[in-house]
């Protein structure tokens, strides 16, 4: 009498763990550029469209700037995770 994973998610309409985390972060990034104001103050930079690091026309304008990181800690970063 054992039930699916999957089944248990579509009974009580919840995520797997990684896709909640991930969603998350997709609303506060949501947040953070369509509601910045109902955010804490510390959010405000978080992160930053291109068009605002480049003084000319690129591609990739409308995105989210991508800060380089050296290390697997900084791939685990909001900051990173909410850019790509």
């Known amino acids: 009498m054992y039930t699916k994973i999957a089944e248990l998610y ?3 309409n919840t995520l797997p ?3 909640l985390h991930e969603m998350q972060i997709l609303v506060l ?3 953070i550029i369509y509601h ?3 955010l804490p103050e510390i959010f ?3 992160f930053i469209p291109n ?3 480049h003084g000319h026309s690129t591609r990739k304008e ?3 700037h991508l800060h380089s990181i050296s290390s697997t800690y ?3 970063a909001i900051q990173f995770k909410g850019g790509i």
């Open 62 to 64: 409308n995105m989210l």
């Open 36 to 38: 910045k104001e109902t």
């Open 10 to 12: 579509n009974t009580y």
């Open 29 to 31: 990034v949501h947040k």
């Open 74 to 76: 900084g791939r685990r």
């Open 51 to 53: 068009n605002l690091i």
């Open 17 to 19: 763990i990684i896709e």
């Open 44 to 46: 405000a930079n978080y």
